[in-house]
């Protein structure tokens, strides 16, 4: 058996040419590959990493952007843990798709699932999207945000690193909530107010995070 | 020493002691010297024949000297003789090499003098071959000749010579090439092929294939235009026609297939080997855009778009999960979406032509690579030739065709799968006398039927997308068995599962109460769940080795990613597990609580102080424990043929434990004399058996605390415990389950037992 605490499933989702296979390559190899061809159906990778002493394995599920591989991608929504929902910020149609790609969440997803949202190619001189409007999106949608550059290698390891630690949250505080034979609904975004402000590592997660609770239930005592 | 030259003098004694000492010393002194005397001799000669050898020595060292001189001068002599050699080597090569130019310079002649009256003859192969003779000869060398020659100043027509075969071959290839056109206009297979052949000697080797390759995609498409209006229109009177597009599609990509296959070895032969991937460029273009008219044919015959519209809006509107029972058979009643049962042909349909183009592709991949590999260029080139393969092959229409294919096949897949395990769920019927009802073969058939085809496919993301598709399918599965079941097991007088299901026979489900129905439907669901648990290990079983079948050699990444959908299907099985589990305590909470307590606690009327004659009158009587395990046996005799073996043991399981559990309770608020203590003995031995029988599984353990507890309270006097207590005792006894402060307190139940004696005793 290989040694480790928790196992989690991150998806990569999102339009084709973002840069999902550069961002995962990045993080677990180290690497930019420049002149990646497109990925078919998906693809997956593996990375253990320790975090707040413990050891975590994190298996990365590339997903290719086309449509025509939507029907394979989508079978893998189900059992993730998170979601990565990625956009070029130098490419307003990537991110005009992006309630697209929240619907087929919505749809396929478990609604608990973690969601972020993330700003790619922030090396580029052609900016088309500023950082607040992307922030604005997130905060409206109850998603994490984060701009990166997997070209620079700036953000993507904090990218995964804050993903694997709110998930050993949720995790443990899914087994607390068992014990105390408390409700299971809790597990949700709801508890991410508290224990992300605790975290001085998710400073840049937990400034949406009070509000996000609240259009969380507001959205959940709607439906 | 020190004493001999001390000489004492005092006294004539010691006078004459140091005198005879002095004689002693004296005598020793001359034996040494004649020893030493009489080895002079031997030395002598010794002496003697060293200075002999000193002689011989000088002689050896001149030899040494002159030996030397000798080796360095044969050195010298060989080092002159080997430049020689080679510069005799390297005569030799450029005779050769000068010969080589002299035989081109005939040849060059004699083409030169050849190829014109080749030319004028029609005679094409003849002077292709004199053409393909003066190419091969260096062009470079040949300048150089040409120049040296003239410079010498000699007539000779080598740069004439080198002219002429210029322009002939100038002449030639146009007259190649008009000659091929012409063949290819008249559709002369015999003189395309003839002349197929002149263009690598004419060093036109990409003209030539290329040439020979639009040649061939014109007839090829020709021919498949014709094929598939016939087969469309036999198809349909024949039994074929529910694969009539795959027919189609197969028989269009074998056409190209075979063209590689025949002309494999003809290119090999004639243009050598690395030419075939231009061929097959060219053959893909054209494959690529027949393949996208039989796909639009099908798409159109079999309305693919507008089943995919409908699945998708129906999907949008049950919000991607499948409907709950309720839902489902409310919009059963709208027609509005495909039916499992007409998308069935379709899905195999679309199955076979995925399965037929990862064939092609593998085909192709592996010819392709076979010339390249063959083909006489660096490593470097091979690799650029191997990535353009790749390329061609991920690239071409036909790729994204067949990933659209894929696609629209998983999208009918699940709607299939999902449609039809709902219809599994609703039309679920019991049957008499099984105690799974009919949902639990049936949705496993339909999973495993499912995943079959999606071997069929010959995709590796097409099966991991159908598990993942089963596994989804599988939790909404789970929740429809689970809805019973958090409902709880109805209590009630008649609160037994066997008599609500006799009812339910004898009269019928009309007359049978909603509580019985409730409470078979309980039993039932339990009984599906962990058959389904089963049901789903057999199923995952069957599928890694299936999937070994179909997919020998899977990557490193390919089998990881298999690896991880299928234990998606494990995770599947904990939670039907964590399910099973959830109705057992349902079960035992409102089932075997109620009805246990009572009969238990009548231990509380049954006196254990007992005189003798009292004794004889109860084992005379109905006992406590007769009693106990008539009305037990009685209840799972109720359970053991509706439950499922596995339920049935985890039944007897939690009886047992509940049993045991609260007659600990009642002896605990029981006296007893040494004769009560006997008949409590007897009474736990009947129960232990009795459980023991019963089951398959040992129930041994949960009785091990009350057959302590007898133990202690049948014993004759308190100091007779330290014989079953003790360290020495471990071996044969069990370990003890109670503690030494529990003993006390049961050792205080025995009114006769003093509690003197009780304190004293060491534990």
Redesign the interface.
Same mark, same amino acid.
């Given at each position: 058996m290989e040694d480790y605490k928790f196992l989690f499933k991150i998806v990569l989702v999102g339009n084709a040419g973002v840069g999902k296979t550069c961002l995962v390559r990045r993080f677990t190899q180290g690497l930019f590959p420049p002149g990646q @061809?497109a990925t078919? @159906?998906?693809? !997956?990778m593996?990375k253990t990493v320790e975090v707040e002493g413990e050891k975590i394995k994190l298996?990365i599920w590339d997903t290719a952007g086309?449509e025509? !591989? #939507?029907?394979?991608t989508q079978?893998?929504y #189900?059992?993730a843990h998170a979601l990565i929902l990625v956009y070029d910020i130098s490419c307003q149609p990537t991110f005009d798709c992006l309630p697209d790609w929240l619907r087929e969440i919505?749809?396929?997803a478990n609604s608990k699932v973690l969601k972020i949202l993330v700003g790619n190619k922030t090396d580029r001189d052609d900016r088309e999207i500023p950082t607040q409007i992307g922030e604005e999106f997130a905060k409206q949608h109850d998603m994490y945000f984060l701009e990166t550059s997997a070209k620079e290698a700036e953000n993507v390891e904090r990218l995964f690193y804050e993903i694997a630690a709110e998930l050993i949250d949720q995790a443990r505080n899914k087994d607390g909530a068992n014990v105390n034979k408390t409700t299971t609904d809790s597990i949700g975004l709801g508890n991410f107010g508290t224990k992300a402000t605790q975290n001085s590592c998710c400073s840049s997660f937990s400034s949406n995070t009070s509000q996000s609770t609240n259009e969380n239930n507001n959205s959940r005592n709607n439906t | 020493m020190a004493t001999t030259t001390t000489i004492d003098v005092s006294t004539p004694e010691s006078i004459q002691t140091t005198l005879r000492k002095i004689a002693e010393e004296e005598n020793d002194i001359d034996t040494n010297l004649e020893n030493l005397l009489s080895k002079q001799s031997l030395i002598e000669s010794k002496m003697g024949a060293i200075c002999y050898f000193l002689g011989t020595l000088n002689t050896v060292v001149a030899d040494t000297k002159k030996l030397s001189t000798q080796i360095s001068h044969t050195a010298n002599l060989a080092e002159s003789v080997s430049a020689k050699v080679r510069s005799v080597d390297l005569a030799r090569s450029r005779a050769s090499e000068c010969q080589q130019r002299v035989h081109d310079l005939i040849d060059l002649q004699l083409c030169s003098q050849g190829v014109l009256k080749a030319i004028e003859e029609e005679d094409y192969e003849k002077g292709s071959a004199l053409i393909g003779r003066f190419l091969s000869i260096d062009q470079n060398v040949l300048q150089r000749t040409a120049g040296d020659v003239g410079s010498s100043g000699s007539v000779t027509s080598v740069s004439d010579a080198v002219r002429t075969l210029e322009n002939a071959t100038e002449k030639m290839r146009k007259l190649v090439v008009i000659r091929f056109d012409e063949a290819v206009n008249k559709d002369d297979l015999a003189s395309v092929e003839r002349f197929l052949k002149l263009f690598p000697l004419l060093g036109i080797h990409y003209d030539g294939i290329e040439k020979f390759g639009k040649y061939i995609c014109t007839k090829l498409a020709i021919k498949s235009e014709k094929e598939l209006r016939t087969s469309l229109d036999i198809a349909k009177s024949e039994n074929r026609l529910p694969v009539a597009f795959a027919d189609t599609l197969t028989t269009l990509l074998e056409n190209f297939a075979r063209v590689i296959e025949v002309n494999k070895p003809i290119i090999e032969a004639h243009y050598g080997s690395g030419y075939l991937i231009i061929l097959a460029i060219l053959l893909q273009n054209e494959c690529d855009s027949e393949v996208k008219n039989v796909v639009l044919e099908f798409n159109k015959n079999r309305r693919i778009n507008d089943l995919i519209q409908q699945i998708k809006e129906y999907? =949008?509107a049950t919000?991607?999960n499948m409907p709950s029972l309720s839902q489902y058979q409310k919009q059963s009643v709208n027609a509005d979406k495909p039916q499992p049962k007409d998308i069935d042909p379709i899905i195999v349909e679309l199955t076979i032509m995925h399965s037929r183009v990862e064939l092609y592709f593998r085909f192709l991949r592996r010819k392709v690579k076979l010339d390249i590999d063959a083909s006489n260029v660096e490593d470097v080139e091979k690799e650029r030739q191997t990535q353009r393969l790749n390329s061609l092959l991920?690239n071409s229409g036909l790729s =994204?065709q067949m990933?659209?294919l /894929?696609? %629209?096949y /998983? /999208?009918l897949e =699940?709607h299939f799968m999902e449609e039809s395990v709902n219809k599994a769920i609703t039309l679920d019927t019991f049957e008499v006398g099984q105690q799974c009802s009919s949902m639990v073969d049936d949705v496993f058939y339909i999973l495993r039927k499912c995943i079959r085809r999606s071997l069929t496919t010959q995709s590796?993301?097409?099966l991991? +997308?159908?598990i %993942?598709?089963t +596994?989804?399918c599988l939790?909404n599965f789970i929740n429809a068995l689970k809805v019973p079941l958090k409902n709880g097991y109805p209590s009630g007088y008649t609160d037994l599962a066997y008599s609500a299901i006799q009812s339910a026979v004898q009269h019928g489900k009309l007359q049978s109460s909603d509580s019985e129905k409730a409470r078979s439907n309980f039993i039932n669901r339990l009984n599906n769940a962990d058959m389904s648990t089963e049901f789903l290990e057999t199923l995952w079983e069957t599928i890694e080795q299936d999937i070994k079948n179909t997919f020998p050699t899977l990557s490193v990444?390919e089998q990881?990613?298999v690896d991880?959908c299928i234990s998606?299907l494990r995770?599947v099985r904990d939670t039907l597990k964590a399910c099973v589990n959830f109705g057992m305590t349902q079960l035992r909470s409102s089932a075997v609580k109620p009805r246990l307590n009572p009969w238990i606690d009548q231990f509380l009327n049954y006196s254990h102080i007992l005189s003798e004659e009292e004794l004889a009158d109860y084992e005379a009587g109905e006992t406590f424990i007769q009693t106990l395990i008539v009305q037990l046996d009685g209840f799972l005799s109720q359970f053991k043929n509706v439950l499922t073996p596995r339920n049935f043991d985890a039944f007897v399981s939690i009886l047992a434990t509940d049993t045991t559990a609260r007659l600990e309770r009642a002896i605990k608020k029981t006296s007893f004399n040494r004769l009560g203590g006997l008949i409590l003995d007897q009474e736990i031995r009947a129960l232990s058996s009795y459980l023991t029988g019963v089951t398959s599984w040992s129930v041994r353990d949960k009785m091990t605390r009350l057959t302590q507890i007898a133990t202690i309270l049948n014993l004759e006097k308190v100091d007779e415990l330290t014989e079953y207590w003790g360290p020495e005792n471990e071996n044969e006894t069990p370990s003890w389950r109670l503690t030494p402060q529990e003993v006390r307190i049961l050792l205080a139940l025995r009114i006769d037992f003093r509690m003197d004696d009780i304190k004293r005793i060491k534990l």
């Open positions: @061809g078919i @159906g998906v693809d !997956f593996i298996q086309q025509r !591989f #939507r029907s394979i079978s893998y #189900r059992s919505q749809e396929y | 999907n =949008r919000g991607g991920n =994204r990933q659209e /894929l696609s %629209n /998983l /999208l =699940r590796v993301n097409g991991c +997308a159908v %993942n598709n +596994a989804s939790y990444t990881r990613i991880s998606e995770t």
